[in-house]
Structures are given as C-alpha cells and as structure tokens.
C-alpha cells in the first residue's frame, strides 16, 4: 500500500487538503462530492475521531482569479485580483 504523503519533490499533490471538524476539531475526511456548478462544489465530510462521528456538508466556492487562464472558458466570468492577505493591526 502506498502511503498518502504528498511527494515534495517536483509534483505538488492536491488531494492533501484538509478539512477540520467544527466541533471537536479533529480531521474530517470527504466522503463524496457534488459539482453543483463550474465554479461551486459541495463535498460531504466525516469526522475522523469516532467519539465524534459529526457528518456534514461544504460548499466550496472559487472566487476569483489570481492569474487568468491560458486556456480560457468563455461561460466562466470571474473577477481577476490579486492575493488579499489581511493584517491583525488592519
Ligand atoms: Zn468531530
């Protein structure tokens, strides 16, 4: 069995993202997701700590674009901007 570390060198790997249980804050694991449209995804998570056992639903929304595309989709309308990092002291 191959373990599920992300391979450092070169490829980055997306599937590490991890999504953290709002209750007891342990790793929740994403059973299934939905493509509701080219920009919204909803996932269905499990929390991972069985003392838990806390299933809920994501919606996950790209909001804009940060470099455009090469290969741009016409139906896709998003504001280019770039990264917003927000300060503690404003
Ligand atoms: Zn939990």
Excluded: F, W
Aim: one cysteine or more; hydrophobic letters at 25%.
């Amino acid at each position: 069995m191959q373990s599920n570390k992300p391979a450092l060198n070169g490829k980055v790997r997306y599937t590490t993202r991890r999504y953290k249980c709002p209750h007891c804050g342990s790793c929740a694991k994403v059973r299934s997701s939905k493509e509701e449209s080219k920009l919204v995804t909803k996932r269905y998570l499990q929390c991972q700590n069985i003392e838990c056992g806390h299933t809920y639903a994501t919606m996950e929304e790209i909001v804009h674009t940060i470099t455009p595309s090469a290969m741009p989709d016409p139906s896709v309308n998003l504001e280019v901007r770039g990264i917003t990092t927000k300060t503690a002291n404003g």
